[in-house]
């Protein structure tokens, strides 16, 4: 069983991952736009639609947010409306959010959401958030819900930008067999299927979990030394001074693995690290510095 501050952090990134896995991964059509106000007001509780209306200027339509939802500019002193399990409808009942935003499997909805959300005259938005191109659309459709088609087009430009300067700087380079940690114990790790995954691939490396054929695969120390890779990113968003400590400890018992012994793991700490929104870009840069790192010269 994963430990609780592991659960915490998944679950503030993917949102609902858990039910969309089982029930498939269609993407459901966004509703159509609120017209009647110039700028609707929208409880987002899903962190990667917070993150995406955040980072295109768009902040001043929220009105709350989720319960995993980092403290930043945009978010701080927001009410928490609740997360991917709850949701506080006596807060959304005094608030009267004219959009919420959540994320759930299309024919696998909360139990009671659509009928109380159509008591407050609440529109649902559903954004199906699991890979790059998801969170193009997903900025799209956001976008447009809340009359701000502009702001999310530059901000989907943007990350495009960026991503795809990654994409170049790396193409000609050899691809490190990197192996992608995201508890402190290095039990669980990123495997194929995950936007991480995608984003390894344009920052020039290759998953040594592909062969696990799991999004999000637990590995116990035998499997890891069998993987063997050659460098090791370790993900820990807002990890406490503990859970640091307790990072440095194992790859201090695994200094007998090459990437240990070479100093070829890195660890992070940022708080988007795991989220699918805005910040994929940044995710990726990082990545791309780690694994092809740039001499004053400008070569490896």
Same mark, same amino acid.
């Given at each position: 069983?994963?430990?609780?501050?592991?659960?915490?952090?998944?679950?503030?990134?993917?949102?609902?991952?858990?039910?969309?896995?089982?029930? @498939?991964? !269609?993407?459901?059509?966004?509703?159509?736009?609120?017209?009647?106000?110039?700028?609707?007001?929208?409880? #987002? =509780?899903?962190?990667a639609a917070t993150d995406l209306?955040?980072?295109? @200027?768009?902040?001043?339509?929220?009105?709350?947010?989720?319960?995993?939802?980092?403290?930043?500019?945009?978010?701080?002193?927001?009410?928490?409306? +609740?997360?991917?399990?709850?949701?506080?409808? &006596?807060?959304?009942?005094?608030?009267?959010?004219?959009?919420?935003?959540?994320?759930?499997?299309?024919?696998?909805?909360?139990? +009671? =959401?659509?009928?109380?959300? +159509?008591?407050?005259?609440?529109?649902?938005?559903?954004?199906?958030?699991?890979?790059?191109? !998801?969170?193009?659309?997903?900025?799209?459709?956001?976008?447009?819900?809340i009359n701000e088609p502009d702001?999310?087009?530059?901000?989907?430009?943007?990350?495009?930008?960026?991503?795809?300067?990654?994409?170049?700087?790396?193409? #000609?380079?050899?691809?490190?067999?990197?192996?992608?940690?995201?508890? &402190?114990?290095?039990?669980?790790?990123?495997?194929? @299927?995950?936007?991480?995954?995608?984003?390894?691939?344009?920052?020039? @490396?290759?998953?040594?979990?592909? #062969?696990?054929?799991?999004?999000?695969? #637990?590995?116990?120390?035998?499997?890891?030394?069998?993987? !063997?890779?050659?460098?090791?990113?370790? =993900?820990?968003?807002?990890?406490?001074?503990?859970?640091?400590?307790?990072?440095?400890?194992?790859?201090?018992?695994?200094?007998?693995?090459?990437?240990?012994?070479?100093?070829?793991?890195?660890?992070?700490?940022?708080?988007? =690290?795991?989220?699918? +929104?805005?910040?994929?870009?940044?995710?990726?840069?990082?990545?791309?510095?780690?694994?092809?790192?740039?001499?004053?010269?400008?070569?490896?």
């Open positions: 069983m994963f430990p609780a501050r592991i659960v915490f952090r998944i679950a503030q990134i993917f949102v609902a991952m858990i039910s969309i896995a089982i029930a @498939g991964c !269609d993407t459901a059509p966004a509703p159509a736009p609120v017209s009647a106000a110039k700028s609707p007001t929208v409880a #987002s =509780l899903s962190p209306i955040v980072s295109m @200027g768009a902040a001043e339509h929220l009105v709350a947010v989720s319960t995993y939802d980092a403290d930043r500019a945009g978010t701080v002193g927001l009410p928490r409306a +609740g997360d991917y399990q709850n949701t506080d409808w &006596e807060q959304l009942r005094q608030l009267r959010p004219q959009i919420m935003i959540r994320q759930f499997s299309p024919d696998r909805a909360p139990p +009671g =959401l659509l009928e109380r959300a +159509g008591e407050l005259h609440i529109k649902l938005l559903n954004p199906q958030i699991h890979t790059i191109e !998801d969170i193009y659309l997903a900025t799209r459709q956001i976008g447009e819900a702001l999310a087009a530059v901000l989907e430009a943007q990350i495009r930008k960026r991503l795809r300067a990654v994409a170049d700087r790396t193409a #000609s380079r050899p691809r490190v067999r990197t192996l992608i940690v995201i508890d &402190e114990l290095a039990q669980n790790v990123i495997g194929p @299927g995950a936007f991480i995954d995608e984003i390894l691939t344009l920052a020039g @490396g290759s998953n040594a979990a592909e #062969s696990l054929g799991q999004p999000y695969p #637990s590995i116990d120390r035998e499997q890891l030394r069998a993987l !063997d890779p050659a460098a090791i990113i370790q =993900l820990l968003p807002n990890a406490p001074e503990q859970a640091l400590a307790q990072a440095a400890q194992t790859w201090k018992s695994l200094e007998s693995l090459p990437a240990v012994s070479r100093h070829r793991v890195d660890t992070f700490t940022d708080w988007y =690290l795991l989220l699918p +929104g805005a910040h994929v870009a940044e995710v990726a840069e990082k990545f791309a510095d780690a694994l092809h790192p740039l001499t004053d010269a400008g070569k490896e």
